[in-house]
C-alpha cells in the first residue's frame, strides 16, 4: 500500500512538475507565439514619441536578445533563474525582483484584508444553520456570489469614497486604502465560503453523534465547534483556491482602485509586452498558488488528525437544499423573458439625442452612453456569455470525466491550474492569440476542469470499489461493459450536476475577461464588456450596469436552485416510501 501510494505521489510530482515547465516556456515564447514583433511594443512603451524605423526596432531586438533565437532566450531567462535572477524589464530597464516582490507584497496585504472580510460574511451565512439548524440560504447564496467583484468594486468606489467622502479611491498609501478594494473582493469570496460549509453542515448536525451529544446536555457552542471540524477538512482546499483568487485573480479590482498588486503588474506586462517582468509575475503567482496549496493540505491533515484520518471517515451525503419549484421557475420565467424581449430588439443602433435615457416605455431598460437599447444588449449578449459558458461547461466536464480515470495525472496538473486565476491564464492567451470571445472560453476551459476532476475521480473510485461491480466480474462482464453501463452512468450525472452549479462562476470569470478588455471586443453586446462600458457613467445611469449584474444574480440563483430541486426530487424517488405508522389515539 506504500508503495502504491509514493507511485502516485511520484506520477503527481511528474506532471506537476512538466505543466509547470509548460507554463513557463509558454510565457517565454510568446513573442513568437503571438506572430506580433515584440520590438515595436516596447519601442512604443519606452518613447511614444520616436519613429518607428526599421532602424530603431533591430536597435531594440538587439537590446532585448531577440535576434538569437526563442530558445537562446528561454534559456538564459532560465540559467539566470537559477540564480536568482528575474531578469531586467524591456521597459523600464530595471530589476524584475524588485517589482515583482513590491507588486506580490501588495497582493498578499490586500488577499489578507478581503479574506478577513470574507470569513466575517462567511460567518453570517454559516450561523443561522448553527444556531436554528436552519438550511442554507441557496440561491441567495449563490446570488450574493455572482456579484461581478468589478461593478461592487465600482458601486463602493462612488458611495464611499466620491460621494461621503470617507475612503481614498485609489493608490496603496496606507491601511485606509485597502478597505474599498477588500470589501469588493470579501464580499463575494465569503459568499461562496458561507455557501460551502453552509450546504455541508445540515447532514453533519443530522448524524447520530450530535443526537448523543445533546442528550449528555455538552453546550451547543462546542457541538458547533465539532461540527464545524467535521465539515472543513474537504473544503480546506476551496478555501485555498478562494486565497489564491483574492490574490491573482484581483486584477479588475485592482485595477479599478490602481492598486499596485501582482495581478494589475502582470497585466501591464502583458499589454507592454515586457516579456521578463510578465514571467516573472506568473512565475510568483504559481508559486503562491502551489505554496498555498501545499498549506491546504497540511491544515486538512491537522484538522482530521491521525483517528479520523486512519479510518478513512468522509463528509455523509449532502442534504439537499430545499428549493420550492416557484424559485427556478420564476428565476427562468425572468430570464427568458427578458432575454427574449431584448432580442427583438436591435442593439446596435446608436441614437446619440438618447444618451443615458432613463428606463421607460421606449427603453425599457434605459440606454448606454452611446444611446444604444440595453435591454436589446442584454439579450443579444446571452448568447455570447451564457452560450459561451455552456460551452466551457460541457468541455470542462468531459476533460473531468476523462482524468477521473487517469488520477496520476490529474492530480499534478490540477494543482497547476488551481493555481493560475482566470485572469492571468486569459492575459497570456490574449497575448498569444489576441483578445475575443474565443480566447477568453479557451482561458477559462484551461483552468475550470480540476474541481469536476476531483469529484469525478472520487465517485470512478468509490464505484469501483462497490459490491455490485465485484459480482459483474465474477459472472464475467467485460470491462468494456462494465465502464459503459455501471461506471459511467454513476459517475457522470453526478459531475454533470456540478458542472451546471459552476456555470454562473464561469459566466462571471468570462464578464470579468470582458471587462478588462481580453474578452469579447466593441461593439459585441457581451455582459461583461456591457459592465465596462458603463462603469465611467454608472453615477449618471446606474441601470445600463445594473441590467447584466442582476442577470448574473439571476443565473447563479437559477443554477443553484435548479440543481438543488432536481437533485431533491431524484433523492425521493431512489428511497423507498416508510412504511405507514398508526396515529396514535386522539390524533
Same mark, same amino acid.
Given at each position: 500500500?506504500?508503495?502504491r ?11 506537476r ?10 510565457v517565454g ?6 506572430g506580433?514583433?515584440?520590438?515595436l511594443?516596447?519601442?512604443r512603451?519606452r518613447?511614444a ?6 532602424e ?25 533563474l537559477?540564480?536568482g ?5 524591456w ?8 517589482s515583482?516582490v ?15 472580510l470574507?470569513l ?16 442554507s440560504?441557496g440561491?441567495w447564496a449563490?446570488?450574493l ?7 461592487l ?6 458611495v464611499?469614497?466620491?460621494?461621503l467622502?470617507?475612503?481614498?479611491t485609489?493608490?496603496w498609501?496606507?491601511p485606509?486604502n485597502?478597505v474599498l ?16 460549509v453552509a450546504?455541508?453542515l ?9 443526537e448523543?451529544?445533546r ?13 464545524l471540524?467535521?465539515?472543513l477538512?474537504?473544503?480546506v482546499?476551496q ?6 483568487g ?6 479588475a ?7 499596485p ?6 497585466l501591464?506586462?502583458?499589454k ?7 514571467q ?38 449532502a442534504?439537499?437544499?430545499r428549493?420550492h419549484?416557484?424559485?427556478?421557475l ?5 430570464l ?13 443602433t ?11 416605455l ?17 439579450g ?6 451564457v ?9 470542462s466536464?468531459?476533460v473531468?470525466?476523462a482524468l477521473?480515470?487517469?488520477?496520476r ?7 497547476i491550474a488551481?493555481?493560475l ?22 482561458a ?14 472520487a465517485?470512478v473510485?468509490?464505484?469501483?470499489a462497490?459490491a ?28 454533470? +450536476?456540478?458542472a !451546471?452549479? %459552476?456555470? $454562473?462562476?464561469? *459566466?462571471? /470569470?468570462? =464578464?470579468?475577461?470582458g471587462? #478588462?478588455?481580453? @474578452?469579447?471586443?466593441p ?11 458603463? +462603469?465611467?457613467y !454608472?453615477? %449618471?445611469? $446606474?441601470?445600463? *450596469?445594473l /441590467?447584466? =449584474?442582476?442577470?448574473?444574480? #439571476?443565473?447563479? @440563483?437559477l ?9 431533491g426530487?431524484?433523492?425521493? +424517488? ?7 405508522k398508526? *396515529?396514535?389515539?386522539?390524533v
Open positions: 500500500m506504500k508503495a501510494i509514493r507511485r502516485l505521489a511520484g506520477a503527481a510530482a511528474l506532471t512538475l512538466f505543466c509547470l515547465i509548460t507554463v513557463l516556456a509558454a515564447l510568446l513573442p513568437w507565439l503571438s506580433r514583433d515584440p520590438a511594443a516596447v519601442l512603451a518613447s514619441e520616436q519613429d518607428r524605423t526599421e530603431a526596432l533591430d536597435s531594440v531586438r538587439r537590446d532585448l536578445g531577440l535576434d538569437a533565437g526563442p530558445l537562446s532566450l528561454l534559456g538564459g531567462w532560465a540559467s539566470d537559477l540564480h535572477d528575474l531578469g531586467t524589464s521597459v523600464s530597464g530595471t530589476e524584475v525582483l524588485p515583482v513590491a507588486g506580490l507584497q501588495v497582493s498578499l496585504a490586500l488577499m489578507g484584508a478581503s479574506l478577513g470574507a466575517m460574511v462567511a460567518c453570517t451565512l454559516v450561523a443561522p444553520v448553527l444556531v436554528r439548524d436552519r438550511s440560504a440561491a449563490a446570488m456570489v455572482a456579484v461581478p467583484e468589478f461593478l468594486a465600482t458601486v463602493v468606489l462612488l464611499f469614497g466620491v460621494w467622502g470617507w475612503l481614498p485609489s493608490g498609501v496606507g485606509e485597502m478594494p477588500a470589501v469588493a473582493l470579501g464580499v463575494p469570496g465569503g459568499g461562496l465560503l458561507g455557501r460551502l450546504d455541508a445540515p447532514a453533519v448536525l443530522d448524524e447520530r453523534w450530535v448523543l451529544w442528550g449528555a446536555g455538552v453546550s451547543r457552542a462546542r457541538i458547533a465547534g465539532a461540527a471540524r467535521r465539515v477538512p474537504p473544503l482546499p478555501f485555498g483556491m478562494v486565497a489564491v483574492l490574490t491573482g485573480g484581483a486584477v479590482v485592482e485595477t479599478v482602485f490602481a492598486v498588486g501582482i495581478g494589475r503588474t502582470a501591464g506586462a502583458a507592454s509586452q515586457d516579456l521578463p517582468l510578465l516573472g509575475a506568473v512565475l510568483a503567482l504559481l508559486a503562491l498558488g502551489l505554496v498555498t496549496g501545499a498549506l491546504a493540505a497540511l491544515a486538512r491533515r491537522r484538522l482530521l488528525g491521525p483517528a479520523l484520518r486512519d479510518a478513512s471517515l468522509a463528509l455523509p451525503p442534504r439537499p437544499v428549493a419549484p416557484a424559485i427556478p420564476s428565476l427562468f420565467t425572468v427568458a423573458v427578458t432575454i427574449g424581449w431584448g432580442l427583438l430588439r436591435d442593439p446596435y446608436v441614437d446619440t439625442t438618447a444618451r443615458l435615457a432613463a428606463p421607460s421606449t427603453h425599457p431598460l434605459g440606454t448606454d452612453g452611446l444611446g444604444r437599447d440595453v435591454l436589446a444588449r442584454l443579444h449578449g446571452a448568447a455570447s456569455t452560450g459561451t459558458a455552456a460551452a466551457v461547461c460541457l468541455l466536464l468531459l473531468a470525466l477521473g480515470f487517469l488520477p495525472i490529474a492530480e499534478g496538473a490540477s494543482d488551481n493555481a486565476p482566470p485572469v492571468i491564464v486569459g492575459i497570456l492567451v490574449a497575448a498569444a492569440v489576441g483578445p475575443g470571445t474565443g480566447g477568453a472560453a479557451l477559462v476551459a484551461l483552468i475550470s476542469w480540476p474541481a469536476l476532476s476531483a469529484h469525478a475521480a465517485l473510485q468509490e464505484v469501483r462497490s455490485f461491480l465485484t459480482a459483474q466480474r465474477a459472472i464475467g462482464a467485460s470491462p468494456l461493459w462494465i465502464l459503459t453501463r455501471h461506471v459511467l452512468p454513476s459517475v457522470a450525472a453526478p459531475v454533470a +450536476r456540478h !451546471v452549479l %459552476r456555470l $454562473p462562476g464561469i *459566466a462571471l /470569470a468570462l =464578464a470579468s475577461l471587462f #478588462l478588455g481580453l @474578452g469579447a471586443q461593439p459585441a453586446p457581451e455582459w461583461g464588456l456591457l459592465l465596462d462600458e458603463s +462603469r465611467a !454608472v453615477e %449618471r445611469a $446606474p441601470w445600463a *450596469a /441590467a447584466p =449584474a442582476v442577470a448574473l444574480a #439571476l443565473l447563479a @440563483g443554477a443553484v436552485s435548479g440543481a438543488a430541486l432536481t437533485r426530487r431524484r433523492i425521493r +424517488r431512489a428511497t423507498p416510501a416508510p412504511a405507514q398508526e *396515529a396514535p389515539v386522539g
